[in-house]
């Protein structure tokens, strides 16, 4: 997973932001993390990968998110960790 930030400018309202704040039923997609190897390479073989579109389906501990047709559970430390551009367009 792509684990430095995005050098592209950005607008402020679409700055990344961390997966834990986005709300029931927002979406984004990854764009950065902030964990070891050996946790995005978990998180690859679940299909959270950089450019991945999630929606989240409940927020806080578990973070439990969709990515495609599967459901994942995140503590709430390593959704703090996993960055997304918010889709205001879903």
Known sequence: MYSEPNSSPQR?????????????????IVCETRLGGDDCEL???MGLTNQSRVRVCQPGQPCIVQVNSTRLGLSAAVADKIFVQPDRMA
Do not use: F, T
Request: proline share 10%; no cysteine.
């Open 43 to 45: 998180l690859q073989a």
């Open 12 to 28: 402020h309202d679409d700055a990344p932001v961390p997966l834990s704040k986005l709300g029931i039923g927002d979406r984004g």
